[in-house]
């Protein structure tokens, strides 16, 4: 009898490792997509030009190019940065760059590195895909030199922006669905998925996501870096949001210097709050947007 106790709990840790294996490589595995092949059907109503942009020559992965999609606005608008969410690619940022577009406003949509069509091995959680933004962050200094630039981050996107090694110089950020850590994080998805006993898996996972990526835990939280974005802010996240609740949200927003905005959407989840909240979601981008890269026009 007890050798057949010692089979079945060897059985169930054996499962459960290997059910953390299977979640860490559906968080961390590339999302490749051929995007830009969509680029025909995007210009017969909101014509771009498809970009690709080279790593800074001290990246990990210089040799790497970022793929995005750039559209003019009017000279002196200022240029909008919009980075998309984990898993996805620069198509999710399209709505935003239409109605941004349409203010006048030059905006650059990017695939993070290992989504859409830029290359990459893993998912990093913000560490590569920072420099992803360095980069695009780089291009639009060097072919917009006397515009103002923002940037629109979601989710992984929001991260890259914040966790960015070296002074992004931005005029405005906005930051949307963000983390305060990957704990944090990790915890809040395995809880959705598993519910109240599967953040006991996270120590697991994030071992795990440390092993693969070869980065540590605490070079991920973005809560202790957006004390460093030297500009002014506008923190969006939702009432129903279960991957990043208000209390973190508050957290960061607390983290953050000023001059800083916070606008916390009822009934928003995880998901688009450009889809979600519509109109309204607009006005007060480009309220805020107008506010502080056209300032100096007034």
């Known amino acids: 009898m007890r050798r057949w106790i010692l089979t079945g709990v060897s059985a169930c840790v054996a499962a459960i490792i290997l059910?953390?294996?299977?979640?860490?490589?559906?968080?961390s595995g590339a999302a490749p997509t051929a995007v830009d092949s969509l680029s025909g059907p995007v210009s017969s109503d909101f014509p771009v030009e498809s970009v690709q942009i080279p790593l800074n020559a001290g990246s990990r992965d210089a040799g790497f190019g970022v793929h995005g999609w750039l559209r003019r606005g009017a000279h002196g608008g200022g240029v909008i940065l919009l980075v998309h969410s984990i898993?996805?690619?620069?198509?999710?940022?399209?709505?935003?760059?239409?109605?941004?577009?349409?203010?006048?406003?030059?905006?650059?949509?990017?695939?993070?590195?290992?989504?859409?069509?830029?290359?990459?091995?893993r998912i990093t959680f913000g560490a590569l895909e920072s420099e992803n933004v360095e980069a695009a962050v780089a291009f639009l200094r060097e072919n917009f030199?006397?515009?103002?630039?923002?940037?629109?981050?979601?989710?992984?996107?929001?991260?890259?922006?914040?966790?960015?090694?070296?002074?992004l110089r931005l005029d405005a950020v906005?930051?949307?669905s963000l983390h305060p850590t990957i704990e944090e994080a990790v915890e809040n998805r395995l809880r959705l998925h598993l519910g109240e006993l599967g953040p006991?898996?996270?120590?697991?996972?994030?071992?795990?996501?440390?092993?693969?990526?070869?980065i540590s835990p605490e070079a991920l939280n973005p809560i202790t870096r957006i004390g460093d974005l030297d500009t002014p802010l506008l923190l969006i996240s939702g009432t129903d949001d279960r991957h990043t609740t208000v209390a973190e949200t508050r957290r960061l927003f607390e983290a953050a210097r000023?001059?800083?905005?916070?606008?916390?959407?009822?009934?928003?989840?995880?998901?688009?709050?450009?889809?979600?909240?519509?109109?309204?979601?607009?006005?007060r981008i480009l309220d805020f947007l107008d506010s502080y890269i056209r300032e100096r026009k007034k």
């Open 200 to 214: 006991a898996l996270s120590p697991l996972l994030l071992w795990q996501l440390t092993f693969r990526l070869n």
């Open 19 to 27: 059910g953390a294996i299977g979640v860490g490589e559906l968080l």
């Open 87 to 121: 898993r996805s690619n620069r198509v999710e940022m399209l709505s935003r760059a239409k109605f941004l577009n349409a203010r006048g406003y030059s905006v650059l949509l990017i695939d993070l590195q290992a989504h859409g069509e830029t290359p990459g091995e």
């Open 145 to 167: 030199p006397s515009e103002r630039i923002a940037a629109i981050g979601v989710s992984l996107g929001a991260a890259a922006i914040v966790l960015a090694s070296h002074p």
């Open 258 to 283: 000023q001059p800083k905005e916070m606008w916390i959407v009822p009934g928003g989840g995880h998901f688009n709050m450009h889809a979600y909240a519509g109109r309204e979601y607009e006005d």
């Open 174 to 176: 906005v930051l949307e």
